[in-house]
């Protein structure tokens, strides 16, 4: 179990509480690839190994694997790929930031979550969301949110967590920035969760209506 830190608008820096993005940390242990989201109807995005149905919303990044020595380490117990940003060096060519343009995926998306290994303060994300409030948060303030273990990261490469970003009531979230100053920001298992737009539920409702009254028209002329 995860718990969970509401921001307050303080701390936020959004005209009131109810537009408040929540920011949890706590996932699923799996197996070679550190941890996914313990979140109800969350899917892949990106896994970084195949699975990569939003790879073009990605602007900037490498994706990488294995650690490189001053450079870049996988998220502990993570086997497989991952996504690398920050200056780069060696084998790895990369950005110090990378924008996730959420607001192109085919539905609003409520929630997004990713598996954060080493956090070190020089590591950050900013959050847009639909209503036009723009969020940043560094690897101090992830630090700071509880954690079941009690442990934080300070650049320990042993540490890593899931983090979960929902957005607040009746919005979506439209833009995740991530950023590295120095040596790098490694996440993975990058996860969603998407709900339909009005018109598409409202589409839904009239083509089951239709296909109701076409099945009682031939109830009735039997």
Known sequence: MFKQLVLAAALAGVGASAHAITITKGGNAAPGIGQISAIAGAT????????????GLYTGGAVVSGNIGGVTAAPPGDTSSYFHVGPGGGSVSSSTTATIDLAAWSQPVTYFGFY?????????????????DTLTFDGTFLDGLPVANGNNGGGNQSIGYYVNIAAAAGTSLTKVVFSSSSNAMETDNHMIVAVPEPSTYAAMGLGLGLLGFAARRRAAKR
């Open 44 to 55: 892949f995005l990106r896994d970084f190994d195949g699975v990569d149905p939003g790879a």
């Open 116 to 132: 954060l290994g080493s956090p070190d303060s020089y590591n950050g994300f900013t959050v847009e969301q639909s209503n036009g």
